[in-house]
């Protein structure tokens, strides 16, 4: 059976490019390359947008070049990955605010008229979220719920992407040994395209 290459568009939602996030990130890209998968990579500290909605969906603010980017990677990709670390058991603001921005009617979804049902416009695509926490998974699952719940259902399943979820934790006291352990399992995951 023939390999099928897959188009894979790489999110970073840390806002430092030195973050354990990056270093995961650029080595799963490296295990898809390896792999002659097509591979696009993004760090959301490196670009230009307001993460903030002004005035709610009230008026639609005008997307910056960099939003416009990122919208079309993610047409031109069959398969997304999102990186980014766990903070007060939600995602990060920059993150956030990407999505508030730019997913948007008439790109990753449409309301029929009657208000109940839904076009999925990204319908077709996978997608994997990869979490970091320094904190015990199971602490923060019974205790605060699914930290990777809104980005994999209320966003990504609700516009057609069919989703997964790995949690790397806990990170605060891992040893360089556990981390480049990580690393090498994530090199298999750019591979695989998990």
Sequence with gaps: MEK???KIFIIVGHSDKKSFNQKLA???AVGARENFHEVRIVNLGEINFDPILHKGYKEIQELEPDLKMIQENIKWCKHLVVFYPVWWSSMPTLLK???DRMWLPGFAYNFHKNG???DRLLKGRTATIFTTSDS???FLKFIFGDSAKT???AILWFSGFKTKVKRIYPLKDATSKEKE???NKMKKFGAEVY
């Design 26 to 28: 650029e080595t799963y």
């Design 151 to 153: 980005i994999s259902r």
């Design 97 to 99: 605010g990407m999505f």
């Design 116 to 118: 109940i049902f839904w």
């Design 4 to 6: 099928q290459i897959k």
């Design 181 to 183: 352990q990580w690393l």
């Design 136 to 138: 015990n998974q199971m």
